[in-house]
């Protein structure tokens, strides 16, 4: 079993920056990929950013990149996404999952940003941004 605690959400004007944290713990084999996902009202989870923990290789939706950053840090169990210059069409409910599956790439491991490859998810935390 694996348990994720996200915080760190909240209200931010367009342009603004947040900070999400999640908090993981449990079985280390089933968490070797890290993701950060989201949903708004009557839209599908999106996956938006994603990390292969171990070699710390992160992969981003087209819509965040260059705005957003996945990163961790171990010590803490801890995995972030830092995000800038954000915008109303990035409100929604944002979640932290944890999987094990992967692809490669030569001898560079990646993780999915398709929902269906992660079991364990956080409760989801609000973000709104306001033009």
């Known amino acids: 079993q694996v348990q994720l605690v996200e915080s760190g959400g909240g209200s931010v004007q367009e342009g603004g920056s947040l900070r999400l944290a999640c908090v993981v713990s449990?079985?280390?084999?089933?968490?070797?990929?890290m993701g950060w996902f989201r949903q708004a009202p009557g839209k599908e989870r999106e996956g938006i950013a994603v990390?292969?923990?171990?070699?710390?290789?992160?992969n981003y939706d087209d819509s965040v990149k260059g705005r957003f950053t996945i990163s961790q840090d171990n010590a803490k169990s801890t995995v972030y996404l830092q995000m800038d210059s954000l915008k109303p069409e990035d409100s929604a409910m944002y979640y932290c999952?944890?999987?094990?599956?992967?692809?490669?790439?030569?001898?560079?491991?990646?993780?999915?940003?398709?929902?269906?490859?992660?079991?364990?998810w956080g409760q989801g935390i609000q973000v709104t941004v306001s033009s």
């Open positions: 990390i292969y923990s171990s070699q710390n290789n992160a």
């Open positions: 449990g079985d280390a084999a089933s968490r070797g990929c």
């Open positions: 999952a944890a999987g094990r599956d992967y692809y490669y790439v030569g001898v560079r491991n990646f993780c999915f940003t398709d929902a269906v490859y992660y079991n364990y």
